[in-house]
Every structure is written in structure tokens, then in C-alpha cells.
């Protein structure tokens, strides 16, 4: 719902009122009132006083924390770090690609002298063409994957790999992430699936009000298994948030988010947590044959 007012400077006020903001309607127009009779008789000096009053009918005020955002969302009893690697694969290469990403890969992720696991690796069908998408878990957190990064250095057929890999690729970059403490832990599971990746892009300072509001907002969406994991950064682009879901099929994604327009609060944490985006993106990913997540 919106409100406009034009003042006698003819100022344009543009609000966004709450669903039950007629209730209030009457009362905000005599304050309304009130206050552009006092602009009318007070100096320019009192005026940023006076817009600072009207702001404060709508604008949130956001509670100074004491915490950091990763101490206060993320899971306790583990200390996993994940790393999210995008790659833009030259449109020729990309099966090559792939075909060396399942060769060695797989080994990283079986060989126990490295303390991290590969959670699935993909290619994007829908969004950013000719994309590979690599999720990693460190168990151990930040010490765990420096450790990774050392051996792995060590490692000839690893060099080689990069070496190979670079002639393929267009452009790359990564995220470190962490895990919300209300979404499942991302698991191997059999396929076939597809996998949405659904990435916010928040307003700086909304991580914990994004928190709070999809706490309550997940358990609307594990009714089926189509939850797999919920992630924000730490580095890289911050205030970043990524949604990993599983599908059968395409129909079968519609037909999952329809029906949680059905289920009573799902429309008001909506509404909610919709103010606190900046940009979203949606990719539609398959899996590689050797991805754990199939």
C-alpha cells in the first residue's frame, strides 16, 4: 500500500504503509498536517529537524548489535567454512572442462589427508550460459582450508589441473560462506534432480533482520526435500545470500512454490523480507555425473 503527499513547497512524499495502515491513515494525515503548518512558520534551519521527524513514521530503526553477524547466525556446533566458486567457461571448452573437473575433483574430495569435501559441482542450464558452479566444505573452518590450500600447491596433478583449466575459462571468482543455523545441512542425495541457486543481494546492515524473518520462513518450504542448504558470505561480495533447493523437474519447482502461497504467514514474511533486497538472481543447474548432490 502507498501514500503520496505533496506539501505547500510542492515537495512529493512517496511511503510504503503496512497491509494495515488505513487504521492509522487518519492520524498520520493530522501529524502530516501539523507538520508542514510549523515548516510553513519556522527558518531553513529547523527544516532538516523536521524531515528527520517524518522519516521516523516509516523509516526502520535497526538496533546497533554487540555481535558479529557470523556469531549470531551461523551454526554452533560446527565450524564448517564453505567456498562457492563460479567459472565462465569459454563456450568451446566447456565439455573439456567438465571432463577434467570429474577427473580430479573426486580425488580432492575422497582423499583424506584434505580436511574438505566437495558438496556438488554443476552446470548452469538456466541463467548465465556456459557456467560452472563448485561448492566446497572446509571442516575446520578458516585453519582447514589454508591447510587445504598448502597441500594442494604440493600436489603435481592439481598444478597441472589449474594449468589446464585456466586455458578454459573466461573469468572466475569465489565466496566465502557460512552456513544459517535454521537450514538443513546440505547432504549427497541420488538423482536425477535439478538444483535452484537463488542468490539476494542484501541492504547493507538487513543480514540479521533477513535471519530472523527466514527462521520462520523456512519451515514453510520442509514439508518435501527440496531444501538443501542456506548460505551468507563472509568474503567476497558481502551481504550475500545464496538458497540451494533440489526438484525433480521444472513443473515440479512451480508446483512447489505455488503451493506455499497456500500455506497461512507465508505472504507476510514475504512482504517482509522483500524491502531487504537490493538485486536477486535465480540459476537452474544440472549436475555432473560425479556431483555428490545428483
Known amino acids: 500500500m502507498f501514500a503520496k503527499w505533496v506539501d505547500c513547497m510542492k515537495t512529493v512524499y512517496y511511503v510504503t504503509l503496512p ?14 498536517l501539523n507538520l508542514l503548518f510549523h515548516r510553513r512558520l519556522t527558518s531553513s534551519s529547523n527544516r532538516h529537524r523536521e524531515d528527520s521527524w517524518l522519516k521516523s513514521l516509516f523509516v526502520r530503526k535497526v538496533d546497533p548489535r554487540k555481535d558479529a553477524h557470523s556469531n549470531l547466525l551461523a551454526k554452533k556446533e560446527t565450524s ?6 563460479f ?11 567438465n571432463k577434467i573437473c570429474q577427473e580430479v575433483l573426486p580425488k580432492i574430495h575422497e582423499d583424506k589427508r584434505y580436511p574438505c569435501a566437495l558438496v556438488g559441482t554443476w ?7 556456459d557456467q ?11 585453519p582447514a582450508l589454508t591447510e587445504v ?8 596433478e592439481f598444478v597441472e589441473f589449474r594449468k589446464a583449466r585456466s586455458n578454459m575459462l573466461l573469468s572466475r571468482r ?7 543455523s535454521f537450514w538443513n545441512e546440505p547432504v549427497p542425495r541420488s538423482g536425477p534432480n535439478i538444483y535452484e541457486l537463488r542468490s539476494y543481494q542484501l541492504r547493507p546492515g538487513t543480514m540479521i533482520e533477513w535471519g530472523n524473518y527466514w527462521a520462520r520462513a523456512i519451515r514453510f518450504r520442509q514439508d518435501g526435500s527440496e531444501a538443501v542448504g542456506g548460505f551468507f558470505s563472509q568474503i567476497g561480495q558481502l551481504y550475500m545470500v545464496h538458497h540451494l533447493w533440489a526438484y525433480k523437474d521444472l513443473q515440479s519447482r512451480e ?15 514475504v512482504y517482509y523480507t522483500v524491502p531487504l533486497i537490493q538485486e536477486m538472481e535465480s540459476r537452474i543447474m544440472i549436475p555432473l555425473k560425479t556431483s555428490p548432490l545428483q
Request: glycine letters at 6%; a negative charge.
Open 132 to 142: 560452472a558452479v563448485h561448492l566446497w566444505r572446509y571442516e575446520g573452518g578458516y
Open 80 to 85: 564448517s567454512l564453505y567456498k562457492l566458486q
Open 255 to 269: 508446483d512447489i512454490r505455488n503451493a506455499a502461497w497456500h500455506k497461512h504467514g507465508w505472504e507476510e514474511l
Open 149 to 156: 590450500m598448502n597441500k594442494l600447491r604440493e600436489n603435481q
Open 87 to 97: 567459472h565462465n567457461v569459454k563456450p568451446e571448452c566447456l565439455e573439456a572442462y
Open 19 to 32: 497491509k494495515d495502515a488505513e487504521l492509522f491513515i487518519p492520524l498520520m494525515r493530522l501529524k502530516f
Open 174 to 180: 569465489n565466496q566465502l560462506l557460512l552456513e544459517f
Open 123 to 129: 552446470n548452469t542450464w538456466y541463467g548465465e550460459q
